[in-house]
């Protein structure tokens, strides 16, 4: 079992940077794939940003590449999703998932890829 715990939302004006938090317990994450997620309001939840087991490789949604950055530190168990140049339509939860059957290099994009999901942290940004 692998437990996340999401921390680092808020208010933020349009143009401004944030940094998430993933903390997890349970399990050490370096074997695992990770990634972000958001919710708005009346929508779907949506990929932000995937790292590969090994952190070879990122993928980022087209809305948010440039502006946005997931990392890993390893040595405190913790993913991170580094967003700048935020602008208002980031307004979400933004939720941390994991995935512990993984393939060498391979990032996972969709919600149902993912077997551990934090309980997210909600991100305002105004305009």
């Known amino acids: 079992q692998v437990q996340l715990v999401e921390s680092g939302g808020g208010l933020v004006q349009a143009g401004g940077s944030l940094r998430l938090s993933c903390a997890a317990s349970?399990?050490?994450?370096?074997?695992?794939?990770m990634g972000w997620f958001r919710q708005a309001p009346g929508k779907e939840r949506e990929f932000v940003a995937g790292?590969?087991?090994?952190?070879?490789?990122?993928y980022y949604a087209d809305s948010v590449k440039g502006r946005f950055t997931i990392s890993r530190d390893n040595a405190k168990n913790t993913v991170y999703l580094q967003m700048n140049s935020l602008k208002p339509e980031d307004t979400a939860v933004y939720y941390c998932?994991?995935?512990?059957?993984?393939?060498?290099?391979?990032?996972?994009?969709?919600?149902?890829?993912?077997?551990?999901w934090g309980q997210g942290t909600e991100v305002t940004v105004s305009s």
């Open positions: 790292t590969s087991w090994g952190a070879i490789t990122t």
């Open positions: 349970g399990r050490t994450l370096s074997s695992y794939a």
């Open positions: 998932a994991a995935r512990g059957l993984v393939t060498f290099a391979r990032v996972y994009d969709s919600p149902s890829e993912y077997d551990y």
